[in-house]
């Protein structure tokens, strides 16, 4: 299985700073990788796809960029609303296997 | 709007079994893989199984692979999430999400996710 291991798993922010969250895979998985934002009580939501395709609605301060094994979401200028749990995910196979999670804190 | 509401948790002993649904209206079922995902009580996200739009091919998790059926039925717009022999590390939200392209189950990411059930393992 592909393991995925994500970093940091846990940050301190202030609003207007910029974030960057890395995934890296255990093997090629090229660009099938997601990234999603989760808030406490709710569901995962879809921010960016094929590791750099923005999800229609997304602001655009979020970025992905990657491929192959290495992979990085960056948050441009962070919002109040932007403090969350993010993860990101492949799809390049089964099983499909998440990172661990990177939660982003008010500083 | 695209909505996947999920029902069926609760509080269950260990050995014992439970069966999970999740309704799906907004979209043409019957023309996506569907998926179980589960997160236990502060912890990270785990893919649970797969299920090809047709019904045709299904892939699970190695926690669960013997224990675990996904299974849909496409005339009710409904996926099953069916749990035997249930553990204590079953404990978890398990979430119901999409595949966003049509007419595969396979390297698709997720959009959306219903709102989760609890279930929780317990005696």
């Known amino acids: 299985a592909v393991r995925i291991t994500q970093s940091p798993s846990s940050l301190s922010a202030s609003a207007g700073d910029r974030v960057t969250i890395t995934c890296r895979a255990s093997?090629?998985?090229?660009?099938?990788l997601a990234w999603y934002q989760q808030k406490p009580g709710k569901a995962p939501k879809l921010l960016i796809y094929?590791?750099?395709t923005l999800e229609s609605g997304v602001p655009s301060r979020f970025s992905g960029s990657g491929s192959g094994t290495d992979f990085t979401l960056t948050i441009t200028y962070l919002q109040s609303e932007d403090f969350a749990t993010f993860f990101c995910?492949?799809?390049?196979?089964?099983?499909?296997?998440f990172g661990g999670g990177t939660k982003v804190e008010i500083k | 709007q695209v909505q996947l509401v999920e029902s069926g948790g609760g509080v269950v002993q260990p050995g014992r079994s439970l069966t999970l649904s999740c309704t799906a209206s907004?979209?043409?079922?019957?023309?996506?893989?569907m998926h179980w995902v589960r997160q236990a009580p502060g912890k990270g996200l785990e893919w649970v199984a797969v299920?090809?739009?047709?019904?045709?091919?299904?892939y699970y998790g190695d926690s669960v692979k013997g224990r675990f059926t996904i299974s849909r039925d496409n005339s009710k717009n409904t996926l099953y999430l069916q749990m035997n022999s249930l553990r204590a590390e079953d404990t978890a939200v398990y979430f119901c999400?999409?595949?966003?392209?049509?007419?595969?189950?396979?390297?698709?990411?997720?959009?959306?996710w219903g709102q989760g059930t609890l279930v929780t393992v317990s005696s």
């Open positions: 094929s590791a750099s």
């Open positions: 995910q492949h799809y390049y196979n089964y099983p499909i296997t």
């Open positions: 999400a999409r595949d966003k392209r049509e007419t595969t189950g396979y390297r698709s990411w997720f959009d959306p």
């Open positions: 907004g979209f043409t079922f019957n023309n996506y893989g």
């Open positions: 299920i090809w739009y047709d019904g045709s091919n299904k």
């Open positions: 093997q090629d998985i090229g660009t099938y």
